[in-house]
């Protein structure tokens, strides 16, 4: 539960970070870098998730 719950606060303030980075600078190639990268950020935290449980990682 502890890492699900720092996890969201991490993926929160990356967002905030992000959002407010594109708000500012409304450069296509910098939208497309940080989409992916926070689809990468949502994926590593689903699968950090799914192998607490299990003990590999």
Do not use: E
Request: with cysteine.
């Amino acid at each position: 539960m502890t890492n699900f719950i720092t996890g969201l606060i991490g993926i929160v303030g990356v967002c905030t970070f992000l959002g407010i980075l594109l708000w500012w600078i409304k450069a296509p190639p910098l939208i497309i870098i940080c989409v992916l990268v926070m689809a990468l950020l949502v994926y590593d935290f689903y699968q950090s998730l799914r192998a607490n449980g299990n003990g590999a990682r």
